[in-house]
Nanobody
Framework: QVQLVESGGGWVQPGGSLKLTCTISGRTGGSRAMGWFRQTPGKEREFVARIRWSTGFSRVADSVKGRFTVSADNAKNTVYLEMNMLKPEDSAVYYC?????????????????WGQGTQVTVSS
């Protein structure tokens, strides 16, 4: 059983930055990939970024490429999402997820454990 806890959300003006943190605990041995997704009311949960523990290989969605960076601290069982140059359309609840997949790990179905989410609001 795996537990994930996100933190770091809040309010920021357009162009600002936030850093989200996700800590995984419990039976973490099966976790291969960590993902960040976001969701707004009435919308589907969408992929933002992911990283693999074993290689550190990361991928980000086109919508945030060049602005967001995902990283991991394996020793601390923690992943981060550094968000820069934030836009109003980035406002959402951001979720951290863990998966056992060896695939691309960019889809919701590839993750089996989820955090509760942290709210990010970007507005003037």
């Amino acid at each position: 059983q795996v537990q994930l806890v996100e933190s770091g959300g809040g309010w920021v003006q357009p162009g600002g930055s936030l850093k989200l943190t996700c800590t995984i605990s419990g039976r973490t041995g099966g976790s291969r990939a960590m993902g960040w997704f976001r969701q707004t009311p009435g919308k589907e949960r969408e992929f933002v970024a992911r990283i693999r523990w074993s290689t550190g290989f990361s991928r980000v969605a086109d919508s945030v490429k060049g602005r967001f960076t995902v990283s991991a601290d394996n020793a601390k069982n923690t992943v981060y999402l550094e968000m820069n140059m934030l836009k109003p359309e980035d406002s959402a609840v951001y979720y951290c997820a863990s998966g056992t997949t060896v695939g691309p790990a960019t889809k919701i179905d590839e993750f089996d454990s989820w955090g509760q989410g942290t709210q990010v609001t970007v507005s003037s």
